[in-house]
């Protein structure tokens, strides 16, 4: 399996049976060694922000050459947080929301226990912290709250590539579409991004969002929440 | 780590950092090898029966000395399903719930898939399988749902032996003390089995559980509410 952010750099790597781990084979930075990203004009008033994982320097570079967002989201990798560390931290200090997965949240926190992990990295800027951990779900972590979620049970899952970035964008997108930062809607797009990374898997690559309708996602969310929901006790 | 069922046999192995998987080292049966389960007259009469982790043929044995109850639930580990597939199944026959981890579902559904390996195994007896996934939570599939929730994040987990023995007890009994089997208090006695693991993994061995009162249970069972309920989106 390969990641190909923008089809600029490679990553090679496999993803364990159980999909919630992918171990990197090796990382060739090709491009990106020297690539410094140019901002069209009508980019450069984002609402919402995604830094896809890329070096932190230049995820500070292009924070700096745009307007500040209304909400900034990061991704990042063992590759990153490993090697440039010093540099993630000030990146994650103009960020609002991290999300990562359960390997990489606890290389960051240098602590296996992901509340541990995830009281130092609310310490240090981001609000929010987002750990997606494949197959069994995502777990966030704020100020006022925590929130868990299964991964929605599927029997075919073909393709595991992308549904990382496919739970950022649905996650974004729902929020930046009801423009809603209130607790309850960070929940639900925890939901909405578990809801479209579930379709991501179901075929190759794009396949399945090539052909996903809105009506789908609706009818999911709400089998998420039958998979989830349960009454009080006595 | 090790794990004595009854202080007569001896599971000597470790749990990874992310405790949701043990890794056995080695088995010794001892006693167990030549060991005829005996059961007093005064529990012969049982309405919720859980059958410990033993070899399948006792569990049969025990099963064939008292009258039928209304809930049998059973646990198994590798060593039995790899070793005594065919007995197994034949206990599985007999009973409503299984409650095994995911490691233990894929090696007995021999298939990755868990929603692959749920339908195999409730065809072939038990009308619930529940796997346990350290501290990725739990998922429960019968015929008419998929109930799925996170583990409670918790900053201090000094002892995980146990916890899915207590998952176990404080989910049969929500369903004894109740009475009640209806799929909302399947998904009830789930939670009130995942409230329970979570206090004895704070404290070495059965510590925790000797100071806990009922309404530290209920507290808790409120804030797994709070951890996994969200609103339905537009």
Request: glycine fraction near 8%; include cysteine.
């Amino acid at each position: 399996m390969e990641r190909r952010p923008g089809a600029t750099f490679r990553w090679k790597g496999e993803y364990t049976h159980q999909l919630n781990e992918a171990h990197t084979l090796d990382t060739q930075l090709n491009v990106f060694e020297t690539f410094r990203p140019q901002i069209p004009e009508a980019y450069r008033e984002p609402d919402v922000l995604f830094l896809g994982n890329i070096h932190p320097e230049l995820q500070l570079d292009v924070l700096q050459k745009v307007k500040r967002p209304s909400l900034v989201a990061c991704d990042t990798m063992n590759f990153w947080i490993n090697g440039q560390r010093d540099a993630l931290w000030k990146v994650l200090e103009k960020v609002d929301v991290l999300i990562i997965n359960d390997g990489e949240a606890r290389a960051l926190g240098q602590d296996s226990n992901l509340v541990k992990v995830a009281k130092l990295v609310l310490s240090r800027g981001p609000k929010h912290l987002i750990i997606k951990r494949g197959e069994y779900g995502v777990l966030m972590f704020n100020e006022k709250q925590v929130f868990g979620a299964p991964a929605f049970p599927l029997e075919d899952v073909r393709d595991p590539t992308g549904a990382g970035d496919t739970f950022a964008g649905g996650f974004l997108g729902y929020l930046a579409a009801t423009g809603n930062r209130s607790p309850e809607a960070m929940k639900q797009a925890i939901i909405f991004g578990s809801v479209m990374a579930s379709f991501t898997v179901e075929s190759f690559s794009l396949d399945r969002l090539r052909i996903l309708d809105y009506k789908e996602v609706q009818d999911r969310f709400r089998e998420f929440k039958r998979l989830t929901q349960f009454e009080d006790i006595r």
